[in-house]
Protein backbone atom coordinates (compact mmCIF):
# COMPACT_ATOMS: atom_id res chain seq x y z
CA UNK A 1 0.00 0.00 0.00
CA UNK A 2 1.17 3.38 -0.61
CA UNK A 3 -0.69 6.35 1.29
CA UNK A 4 0.17 9.78 -0.59
CA UNK A 5 0.28 12.82 2.39
CA UNK A 6 1.15 16.16 3.45
CA UNK A 7 2.56 16.76 6.59
CA UNK A 8 0.37 17.86 8.94
CA UNK A 9 -2.77 17.62 6.85
CA UNK A 10 -5.64 15.88 7.44
CA UNK A 11 -3.94 13.11 5.83
CA UNK A 12 -2.27 12.51 9.51
CA UNK A 13 -5.27 10.43 10.44
CA UNK A 14 -4.79 7.86 8.41
CA UNK A 15 -0.86 7.67 9.03
CA UNK A 16 -1.68 7.40 12.48
CA UNK A 17 -4.17 4.27 11.88
CA UNK A 18 -1.61 2.94 10.09
CA UNK A 19 0.73 3.02 12.82
CA UNK A 20 -2.00 2.08 15.41
CA UNK A 21 -2.82 -0.78 13.35
CA UNK A 22 0.26 -1.71 12.53
CA UNK A 23 0.17 -2.37 9.02
CA UNK A 24 2.48 -1.67 6.85
CA UNK A 25 2.80 1.33 3.65
CA UNK A 26 5.21 3.13 1.84
CA UNK A 27 4.33 7.13 2.54
CA UNK A 28 4.86 9.37 -0.40
CA UNK A 29 4.46 13.24 0.35
CA UNK A 30 2.63 16.05 -1.89
CA UNK A 31 2.90 19.20 -2.39
CA UNK A 32 -0.53 20.39 -2.70
CA UNK A 33 0.14 23.60 -4.39
CA UNK A 34 2.21 22.04 -7.22
CA UNK A 35 -0.12 18.96 -7.11
CA UNK A 36 4.05 17.33 -7.47
CA UNK A 37 4.79 14.27 -5.24
CA UNK A 38 7.89 14.10 -3.54
CA UNK A 39 9.43 12.25 -6.37
CA UNK A 40 8.22 14.81 -8.78
CA UNK A 41 5.54 13.01 -10.02
CA UNK A 42 2.21 14.16 -11.21
CA UNK A 43 -0.47 13.69 -8.03
CA UNK A 44 -3.72 14.84 -10.03
CA UNK A 45 -2.75 11.11 -12.15
CA UNK A 46 -3.13 9.38 -9.04
CA UNK A 47 -6.22 11.13 -7.44
CA UNK A 48 -7.91 13.48 -10.23
CA UNK A 49 -9.31 15.37 -7.15
CA UNK A 50 -5.50 16.78 -6.26
CA UNK A 51 -6.57 15.91 -2.55
CA UNK A 52 -4.69 13.89 0.53
CA UNK A 53 -5.05 11.55 1.76
CA UNK A 54 -5.06 9.11 -1.46
CA UNK A 55 -4.57 5.30 -0.47
CA UNK A 56 -3.40 3.48 -2.99
CA UNK A 57 -3.46 -0.75 -2.65
CA UNK A 58 -1.19 -3.71 -3.80
CA UNK A 59 -4.30 -4.50 -5.84
CA UNK A 60 -3.89 -0.80 -8.07
CA UNK A 61 -7.11 -0.08 -6.77
CA UNK A 62 -7.37 3.76 -5.27
CA UNK A 63 -9.05 4.87 -2.46
CA UNK A 64 -9.40 8.21 -1.43
CA UNK A 65 -11.38 10.05 1.23
CA UNK A 66 -10.27 9.90 4.65
CA UNK A 67 -13.01 8.68 6.44
CA UNK A 68 -13.17 5.72 3.70
CA UNK A 69 -10.11 5.28 4.11
CA UNK A 70 -9.81 5.02 7.63
CA UNK A 71 -12.34 2.68 7.84
CA UNK A 72 -10.51 0.17 5.34
CA UNK A 73 -7.26 0.60 7.10
CA UNK A 74 -8.85 -0.16 10.17
CA UNK A 75 -11.28 -3.51 8.67
CA UNK A 76 -7.82 -5.01 7.56
CA UNK A 77 -6.63 -5.48 10.84
CA UNK A 78 -10.24 -5.48 12.58
CA UNK A 79 -8.39 -7.45 16.07
CA UNK A 80 -7.05 -4.01 16.59
CA UNK A 81 -10.67 -2.42 17.82
CA UNK A 82 -9.94 0.96 15.66
CA UNK A 83 -13.45 0.28 14.43
CA UNK A 84 -16.43 -1.31 15.44
CA UNK A 85 -17.23 -4.70 13.27
CA UNK A 86 -19.10 -3.81 10.00
CA UNK A 87 -22.87 -4.07 10.33
CA UNK A 88 -22.91 -3.65 13.75
CA UNK A 89 -25.00 -0.27 15.57
CA UNK A 90 -21.44 0.83 16.46
CA UNK A 91 -20.47 0.82 13.48
CA UNK A 92 -22.78 3.53 12.30
CA UNK A 93 -22.20 5.80 15.62
CA UNK A 94 -18.45 5.40 14.19
CA UNK A 95 -19.75 6.64 10.89
CA UNK A 96 -21.88 9.28 12.73
CA UNK A 97 -18.17 10.85 14.16
CA UNK A 98 -16.56 10.34 10.89
CA UNK A 99 -19.13 12.54 9.39
CA UNK A 100 -19.46 15.55 11.54
CA UNK A 101 -15.67 15.63 12.10
CA UNK A 102 -15.39 16.17 8.18
CA UNK A 103 -18.83 17.84 7.77
CA UNK A 104 -18.63 20.25 10.39
CA UNK A 105 -15.36 20.61 11.84
CA UNK A 106 -12.67 19.80 8.28
CA UNK A 107 -14.56 21.90 6.33
CA UNK A 108 -14.73 25.50 8.41
CA UNK A 109 -11.08 24.70 9.20
CA UNK A 110 -10.50 24.44 5.16
CA UNK A 111 -12.27 27.84 5.13
CA UNK A 112 -9.67 29.49 7.72
CA UNK A 113 -6.76 27.69 5.83
CA UNK A 114 -7.21 28.71 2.46
CA UNK A 115 -5.69 32.22 0.93
CA UNK A 116 -9.15 32.78 -1.15
CA UNK A 117 -11.42 33.12 1.81
CA UNK A 118 -12.36 36.25 1.94
CA UNK A 119 -11.24 37.76 5.83
CA UNK A 120 -14.82 38.89 7.10
CA UNK A 121 -15.96 35.02 6.40
CA UNK A 122 -13.33 34.01 8.81
CA UNK A 123 -15.00 35.14 12.44
CA UNK A 124 -17.91 32.75 11.08
CA UNK A 125 -15.86 30.12 10.07
CA UNK A 126 -14.08 30.33 13.87
CA UNK A 127 -17.67 30.47 15.27
CA UNK A 128 -18.92 26.98 13.90
CA UNK A 129 -15.53 25.22 14.99
CA UNK A 130 -15.84 27.19 18.53
CA UNK A 131 -19.39 25.72 18.69
CA UNK A 132 -18.46 22.30 17.15
CA UNK A 133 -15.82 21.24 19.78
CA UNK A 134 -18.64 22.58 22.69
CA UNK A 135 -20.18 19.70 21.38
CA UNK A 136 -17.50 17.62 21.85
CA UNK A 137 -16.31 18.65 24.76
CA UNK A 138 -19.94 17.82 26.19
CA UNK A 139 -19.52 14.27 25.16
CA UNK A 140 -15.95 14.01 26.05
CA UNK A 141 -17.13 15.46 29.37
CA UNK A 142 -20.24 12.57 29.68
CA UNK A 143 -17.98 9.64 28.98
CA UNK A 144 -14.58 9.26 27.24
CA UNK A 145 -11.89 8.83 27.66
CA UNK A 146 -12.39 8.35 23.67
CA UNK A 147 -14.92 9.17 21.41
CA UNK A 148 -16.70 6.06 21.64
CA UNK A 149 -15.62 5.45 24.93
CA UNK A 150 -13.01 3.12 26.01
CA UNK A 151 -11.81 2.12 23.02
CA UNK A 152 -9.73 4.59 20.85
CA UNK A 153 -10.84 4.45 17.25
CA UNK A 154 -10.27 5.51 14.05
CA UNK A 155 -12.81 8.51 14.93
CA UNK A 156 -10.35 9.62 17.37
CA UNK A 157 -7.19 9.94 14.82
CA UNK A 158 -9.05 12.27 12.72
CA UNK A 159 -10.27 14.66 15.69
CA UNK A 160 -6.83 14.88 16.90
CA UNK A 161 -5.97 16.19 14.07
CA UNK A 162 -8.20 19.04 14.27
CA UNK A 163 -7.38 19.39 17.32
CA UNK A 164 -3.65 19.99 16.14
CA UNK A 165 -5.01 22.44 13.42
CA UNK A 166 -6.63 24.37 16.78
CA UNK A 167 -2.91 25.47 17.09
CA UNK A 168 -2.07 25.93 14.18
CA UNK A 169 -5.05 28.24 13.81
CA UNK A 170 -4.15 29.83 17.84
CA UNK A 171 -7.60 28.58 18.73
CA UNK A 172 -7.12 28.33 22.37
CA UNK A 173 -8.46 25.11 23.79
CA UNK A 174 -8.91 26.54 26.99
CA UNK A 175 -12.61 26.92 26.74
CA UNK A 176 -13.44 23.11 26.43
CA UNK A 177 -11.29 21.35 28.98
CA UNK A 178 -12.30 17.81 28.18
CA UNK A 179 -10.72 18.62 24.18
CA UNK A 180 -7.71 19.42 25.54
CA UNK A 181 -7.00 17.15 28.35
CA UNK A 182 -8.44 14.41 25.31
CA UNK A 183 -5.94 16.26 22.16
CA UNK A 184 -3.15 15.62 25.28
CA UNK A 185 -3.57 11.93 25.79
CA UNK A 186 -3.98 11.27 22.17
CA UNK A 187 -0.88 12.94 21.52
CA UNK A 188 0.81 10.62 24.22
CA UNK A 189 0.03 7.12 22.22
CA UNK A 190 3.40 6.11 20.92
CA UNK A 191 1.93 4.92 17.64
CA UNK A 192 0.85 9.28 17.13
CA UNK A 193 3.79 10.63 18.81
CA UNK A 194 5.97 8.74 15.74
CA UNK A 195 3.24 9.79 13.27
CA UNK A 196 3.72 13.02 14.16
CA UNK A 197 7.47 12.44 14.44
CA UNK A 198 7.75 11.66 10.87
CA UNK A 199 5.84 14.15 9.32
CA UNK A 200 8.07 16.93 11.00
CA UNK A 201 5.24 18.07 14.12
CA UNK A 202 7.45 16.37 17.43
CA UNK A 203 11.03 15.55 17.99
N1 LIG B 1 -13.12 15.27 1.28
C1 LIG B 1 -11.72 15.00 1.42
C2 LIG B 1 -11.03 16.31 1.75
C3 LIG B 1 -9.55 16.14 1.89
C4 LIG B 1 -8.88 17.49 2.06
O1 LIG B 1 -9.50 18.50 2.42
N2 LIG B 1 -7.55 17.48 1.85
C5 LIG B 1 -6.79 18.70 1.86
C6 LIG B 1 -5.66 18.63 2.86
S1 LIG B 1 -6.26 18.50 4.53
C7 LIG B 1 -6.21 18.90 0.48
O2 LIG B 1 -5.74 17.97 -0.13
N3 LIG B 1 -6.26 20.13 -0.02
C8 LIG B 1 -5.76 20.48 -1.30
C9 LIG B 1 -6.86 20.74 -2.29
O3 LIG B 1 -8.05 20.62 -1.96
O4 LIG B 1 -6.51 21.11 -3.43
C10 LIG B 1 -11.45 13.97 2.52
O5 LIG B 1 -12.24 13.92 3.49
O6 LIG B 1 -10.47 13.22 2.44
Known amino acids: MKLYFTPGACSLSP ?25 GADFTAVNPKGQVPTLVLDSGETLTEGPAIVQ ?10 LAPRA ?9 EWLNFITAEIHKPFGALFASATP ?13 RF ?3 DRHLA ?19 VMTLWAGFMKIDLAPWPHIKAYAERVAARPQVHEALREEGLAK
Do not use: C
Open 72 to 81: YLADQKSQSG
Open 87 to 95: GTFDRYRLQ
Open 15 to 39: HIVLREAGLAADLEQVDLKTKKTKS
Open 142 to 160: AGGPFLMGAQFTVADAYLF
Open 119 to 131: EDYKPIARQTVAA
Open 134 to 136: AHV
